[in-house]
């Protein structure tokens, strides 16, 4: 769907509806394109330790960082 902002004024109501069903909303400003209007996505705020580390196995970062991260974390994934 694409929406001119001045007739998302008058069409708020269907408008949310549909980004509520799943749908992206392109918002114009003089025909021009300017902003998307998506569904909010749920994450959760809390991730396992299990979680992470299968999130993050098989990435890895340069050495340089990993040594910093280290260093301000006090602790990595593989020290338990």
Known sequence: MEIGVRDLRNRTSQVIDAVRAGERVVL???GERVADIVPHGHRSRWLSGAVLRSELEGRSADEGLTGELAE???????EQ
Do not use: D, K
Request: charged share 0%; proline share 0%; glycine share 20%.
């Open 28 to 30: 114009t400003v003089h």
């Open 72 to 78: 301000l974390a006090g602790q990595t994934l593989g």
